[in-house]
């Protein structure tokens, strides 16, 4: 017969884990509840942004636009990979790592925003690919925080060391689905801001008013593009740890459900062998009486 004493200590252990697992879902709720009121700030400045940027194009003559597009024909990625802040478990890491499997090449390069990703990555058959590594702090994750990595980005580029940078990072699908995403963000071409079947208006922008930039749009538009790619940044960090935050709630209430099951299973297995002791018991009282 199994031993009272060490399932009431399995009980006990049980309804620890849960008071804690509840007390990281709280945590994480609250975590989670303030990036989303971040983001939804940040995405009102991107997409008022994203607008004053599709019209300096516009306003552009169109044999301009070509020189102001980066275009470069060489197939080498710089791929900018996000991680979580915190510790990720193992179905988000392995969300990760079987996008990144899938598509990093052989002479492709990484850059990983995220000590915990960067860790991860070294410790992958591609480890020789990973260069550089930045760090931020998520609960004052401002432009200056990430403003040295577009400025990276753009020196690299523009040097022509990485044609292609692309992003990855995760993106909420609903409150609680999320997927693991692609995001070119140079070389920048008329896709980027929409415009790749637009034709040029630049005399019926702003409800018919003509607008002027000065000294000139195609100024303005590159020195804009740190900027943009600064708010990409941010947006897609943010994005990728609230849905670290989603993953780990969900986690949390799967060891609540576990424990409430076993604490069931364990609390009806001590009433059990507790109430055939006593059985026990009262018939050793009475054969002893007799």
Known sequence: MKNLLNIKRQINLVREIKKISRTNLQVQSIKRKKNINFLETINTYYVQFYATMHKIINSLELENKKNIFFNNKNNKTLWVIIGLKDKMNGSFKNMFLKKINNEIKENDE???????????????????????????KINELQHFQVLPISTYIINYFQNNKYPNIKIIYAHQLTRLNYEIRIKKILPIDESTFGLENSKNISNNLNNGKIIIFEPNS??????????FISIVLQLSILETQICGQTNLIEYSRAIENNCDKMNDYLTLEYNV?????????????INGGN
Do not use: G, Y
Request: hydrophobic share 45%; glycine share 0%.
């Open 273 to 285: 062998i507790r109430q055939e002791k006593i059985t026990n018991e009262i018939f050793e009282i």
């Open 218 to 227: 195609e100024k303005i538009f590159l020195n804009a593009i740190p900027l």
């Open 110 to 136: 990484i850059i990983t925003i995220s000590t915990k990703m960067h860790e991860l990555l070294k410790k992958q058959t591609f480890s020789k690919n990973v260069i550089e590594n930045f760090d931020f």
